[in-house]
């Protein structure tokens, strides 16, 4: 599943730099994850570090809208950065 920032977002800076995948994006209001960029931090971490960094409880959560299981995840993590090699 890809990440959701939710409105509790304070702006805080905190999350952009942690993502791997550079899937997080300064939005209108708020921070907003790319969910075809986001892979919960699947091929680099053992949980997602926006999540660990950000200071504000359940402000970054799993998106309904993007259901995905960890071999999706996967799947996108080597697209990412591999797609080259392909």
Same mark, same amino acid.
């Given at each position: 599943?890809?990440l &959701?920032?939710?409105?509790? /977002?304070?702006?805080?800076?905190? /999350? ?10 300064? #939005? ?8 075809? &960029?986001?892979?919960?931090?699947v #091929?680099?971490?053992d ?6 960094? /950000?200071p ?16 999706q995840l996967?799947?996108?993590?080597? &697209? ?5 090699? &392909?």
């Open positions: 599943m890809a &959701l920032i939710t409105n509790k /977002c304070t702006n805080c800076d905190m /999350c952009l730099p942690e993502c791997p995948n550079d899937a997080i994006t300064i #939005g209108d209001n708020i921070y907003v994850i790319d969910p075809t &960029l986001c892979t919960e931090c #091929g680099h971490y949980s997602p570090t926006c999540q660990k960094v /950000c504000i409880s359940n402000c970054i959560k799993q998106d309904p809208n993007h259901i995905e299981t960890e071999e996967w799947e996108r993590f080597v &697209l990412i950065h591999h797609a080259d090699k &392909l």
